[in-house]
């Protein structure tokens, strides 16, 4: 199994212009979630995804939009990339319902918006 | 909100010395977790406890969940080189599993 993977690895934006970050896990979990780490930071969470056709908002949703049209993919959008989307991006998968719910990470996109 | 306090924020030692760390919150969590993060990856899940006053081991490293559901600490005992990066506390809300709060992170570096 390859896991969670991510692409890309880097990208560097541009004010305004839009892109999205690709999420696959291949381990048939229900469960997935965006979160973005700053600098000296810990993650928040982005959005999250209980299921296929599922998704909700977490801490810090503003300026995104996910979707999860089949249980192994999970995009991010950026629709007008600003200064403050400058961060790490990591993508995270589990099962559900679980006691303690272990969240298996992506590799990271780290995205520079100038 | 359900913010985390982690500490320290770093930490220097030499190879052979234990290490603790801990995090608090002014929130309860139903479980909390325990990650280590290498330079350039994603978080790797060390430890979970899932009961107040819960206290558990994973080789070199303990853990313990506080009585109060709002506190949790970690100990590496004997350190290793390899113990080298970032370890982040996280608690998983009272009210939604899929709400974790992450603290920010200790700095570990370990020297030979």
């Known amino acids: 199994n390859a896991g969670v993977t991510q692409t890309p690895k880097f990208r560097i934006l541009k004010i305004g212009q839009s892109m999205t970050l690709q999420c696959t896990q291949d381990?048939?979990?229900?469960?997935m979630y965006w979160y973005r780490q700053d600098p000296g930071m810990g993650l928040k969470l982005i959005y999250y995804s209980v299921g296929a056709g599922i998704t909700d908002k977490g801490e810090v949703p503003n300026g995104y939009n996910v979707s999860r049209s089949t249980t192994e993919d999970f995009p991010l959008r950026l629709e007008l990339a600003a200064p403050s989307q400058t961060s790490v991006y990591f993508c995270a998968s589990s099962y559900a319902d679980r006691a303690y719910n272990e969240q298996f990470f992506g590799p990271g996109t780290r995205l520079t918006v100038l | 909100g359900q913010q985390l306090n982690q500490s320290p924020q770093s930490m220097f030692i030499q190879e052979g010395e234990d290490v603790s760390m801990n995090c608090t919150s002014s929130s309860i969590f139903n479980t909390w977790l325990w990650y280590k993060q290498d330079p350039g990856e994603g978080p790797v899940l060390l430890i979970a406890?899932?009961?107040?006053?819960e206290l558990t081991s994973n080789g070199r490293l303990t853990a313990q969940f506080g009585i109060t559901r709002k506190d949790s600490f970690l100990n590496i005992s004997a350190s290793i080189p390899s113990d080298v990066g970032i370890y982040f506390c996280a608690g998983q809300s009272f009210y939604n599993n899929n709400d974790m709060r992450f603290g920010a992170g200790t700095r570990l570096t370990v020297k030979p």
């Open positions: 381990m048939n979990h229900n469960y």
């Open positions: 406890l899932y009961k107040a006053g």
